[in-house]
């Protein structure tokens, strides 16, 4: 038994090598290292390694996203149009133990093209590596190719969707912040008819200037009255004529004061904080319709051009050897998987014929 299970398992070893090595599909493989770079973005100067610096995590997501729109149908079929994939999966150019057959599903069809593709990222630097394996090297590198323009088109044709969907955000914010400038001008021009004022605030400051130049008036004549009074009696006619001016004088003050403060909603000082308060909305509504304006600008210049390409820091070469199968590799792999079958398999034998 021992004996018929080593030969049975040195034929398969045979038969194995022999399928490695003439039989099994060879893989050509054509690869080029990508970098997502926002043109908007300013990088710190690194002595001219800037490209190798910690990736920005918008960088690292737009390569995940990247990822998961070249390992989609979407991308396949993409491809299939262009390259024939199901046709080539299917035919000759692969080992009866790697193409597909008739019976295999549209899921095996996909399975295929997610085990040819070749896509591995550096979250630290934000790198992409992007490749494929084919049977004809120039194929390879010609779907290395297509990949990376997919993907550049794929990436900024996102982007340009999230801006357009800000910018019709924008336009309704534009539209929103301009009703309530135009509702905020409208109130303050209502109140400025209401009190006949252009700006209360010129009014209340003329009106503090005149009440100065009164009451300065007001203390030389009552000076002037007392020193009339030490040498002139009270019926003198300038004595009488300096009264009648100080009493004109301060009846013109009171009217200044009852203009300037009192308890109705005529006052001078309660309309200029009125007035200022309706100025400084319509001041207010007018820098948020400024920075909407602003923001509205900003966007449509961004869908009007790609903020963002796919940099090649590598080119996709024509690959001169096969990539796959790692013969080598393959045969050590197969003789260690073999050899350690066999040894569990004397292991178990010879408990059993001991009890």
């Known amino acids: 038994m021992t004996k ?11 038969a194995g090598t022999f399928y490695i090595l003439f039989i099994e599909t060879r893989l050509y493989q054509s690869s080029s290292v990508t970098m ?3 043109l908007n973005e300013t990088m710190p100067d690194l002595g001219g390694l800037g490209i190798f610096a910690s990736a920005s995590s918008s960088t690292v997501q737009d390569a995940r996203i990247l990822e998961t729109y070249l390992s989609s149908y979407d991308e396949l079929e993409r491809l299939d149009r262009k390259f024939h994939l199901y046709k080539h999966y299917h035919s000759d150019a692969l080992d009866f133990a790697d193409r597909l057959y008739s019976f295999n599903s549209r899921e095996d069809f996909f399975k295929k093209y997610l085990s040819r593709l070749q896509l591995d990222l550096d979250e630290v630097s934000g790198l992409l ?7 004809d090297p120039k194929t390879a590198k010609a779907i290395t190719e297509q990949l990376i323009a997919d993907s550049d088109a794929k990436i900024n044709e996102y982007n340009k969707l999230v801006a357009e969907k800000r910018l019709s955000y924008l336009i309704k914010q534009v539209a929103t912040a301009k009703k309530k400038l135009d509702e905020s001008i409208k109130e303050l021009e209502q109140f400025q008819n209401k009190y006949n004022l252009l700006d209360p605030t010129s009014s209340a400051t003329s009106q503090t200037a005149i009440l100065a130049t009164l009451q300065s008036e007001l203390v030389s004549k009552r000076s002037e009255l007392n020193a009339m009074k030490k040498y002139m009696s009270e019926k003198n006619f300038d004595v009488i004529r300096l009264k009648r001016e100080i009493e004109e004088i301060q009846k013109t003050l009171k009217k200044i004061h009852r203009n300037l403060a009192n308890k109705n909603g005529s006052a001078l000082n309660t309309v200029l904080f009125e007035y200022e308060r309706l100025k400084s909305f319509v001041d207010l509504n007018r820098e948020l319709y400024k920075a909407a304006l602003t923001q509205l600008e900003q966007t449509r210049a961004e869908i009007s051009q790609n903020p963002k390409v796919l940099m090649k820091i590598t080119q996709p070469v024509l690959p001169d050897e096969y990539a796959y199968p790692q013969k080598a590799r393959s045969i ?6 073999l050899a350690l079958g066999y040894g ?4 178990i034998h010879n408990i059993i014929r001991e009890h």
């Open 4 to 14: 018929l299970i080593r030969n049975l398992l040195i034929l398969i070893f045979i």
């Open 36 to 38: 997502v770079k926002n």
């Open 332 to 337: 050590f792999m197969l003789f260690l998987i």
């Open 129 to 135: 590596t992007i490749g494929f394996l084919h049977t």
């Open 344 to 347: 569990i398999f004397i292991l």
